[in-house]
Nanobody, 115 residues
Framework: QVQLVESGGGLVQTGGSLRLSCKSS??????????MGWYRRPPGNERELVAT???????NYAEPVKGRFTISRNIAARTVWLEMNSLKPEDSGVYYC???????WGQGTLVTVSS
């Protein structure tokens, strides 16, 4: 069973930046063929897509974060990152890492953006 461990959340002011990390326990060969994604659950709302990165490195972003967030991955490190810039209060929530191939979710990391 693949395990995903997120880190990097915290409290930041509007306009600030955070970098989230997600470390996978999958082997490098399995991680290489996995589409990975970041999702978030804003307070009182459903979980929503933030960004995904495919095996070929193709990236997809939700409209509200385009131009501000960047998803990246390192196969050897079995890690996917989410660089978040120009943060807004509406970016607050619990951020989850997801492995599309196994269906596994991480435990989540809390991001709070103060106004």
């Amino acid at each position: 069973q693949v395990q995903l461990v997120e880190s990097g959340g915290g409290l930041v002011q509007t306009g600030g930046s955070l970098r989230l990390s997600c470390k996978s326990s999958a082997s490098s060969s399995d991680f290489r063929i996995n589409t990975m994604g970041w999702y978030r659950r804003p307070p009182g709302n459903e979980r929503e897509l933030v960004a995904t990165i495919t095996t070929s490195g193709s990236r997809n972003y939700a409209e509200p974060v385009k131009g501000r967030f960047t998803i990246s991955r390192n196969i050897a490190a079995r890690t996917v990152w989410l660089e978040m810039n120009s943060l807004k209060p509406e970016d607050s929530g619990v951020y989850y890492c997801h492995d599309a191939r196994s269906g596994v979710w991480g435990q989540g990391t809390l991001v709070t953006v103060s106004s």
